[in-house]
Nanobody, 124 residues
Framework: VQLQAFGGGLVQPGGSLRLSCVAS????????IGWFRQLPGKEREGISC????????YYADSVKGRFTISRDNGKNTAYLQMNNLEPEDTAVYYC??????????????????WGQGTQVTVSS
């Protein structure tokens, strides 16, 4: 059972990135999926989640209107499209899955599986 997050990188302010979260060994369908980010010395912060049932989507105020979460059950993959990136978005980004698919879930201990982090750096 594994989640792999990738797609991070260096981007200029105002730019875009798309993060992917690929599951192996289990099916993401019916799982709630969350995206979190973490700065050095800070707690991991939930920024977006999507429910497993009706694919309802939820966003933290800090990313609302700029980030879009989605899922492709056929590819067993979730995505986080990040537009209009700001230097304050610089962090390590993590995806997570919860077998109990109701959302929103904002706490790290709500999730059963975690991907490794992917670094996003927004800088000119």
């Amino acid at each position: 059972v594994q989640l792999q997050a990738f797609g991070g990188g260096l981007v200029q302010p105002g730019g875009s990135l798309r993060l992917s979260c690929v599951a192996s060994g289990f099916t993401l369908e019916d799982n709630a999926i969350g995206w979190f980010r973490q700065l050095p010395g800070k707690e991991r912060e939930g920024i977006s989640c999507i429910s497993g049932s009706d694919s309802g989507v939820y966003y933290a105020d800090s990313v609302k209107g700029r980030f879009t979460i989605s899922r492709d059950n056929g590819k067993n993959t979730a995505y986080l499209q990040m537009n209009n990136l700001e230097p304050e978005d610089t962090a390590v980004y993590y995806c997570a899955a919860a077998s109990q698919g109701v959302a929103p879930k904002w706490e790290t201990n709500d999730y059963d599986y975690w991907g490794q982090g992917t670094q996003v750096t927004v800088s000119s």
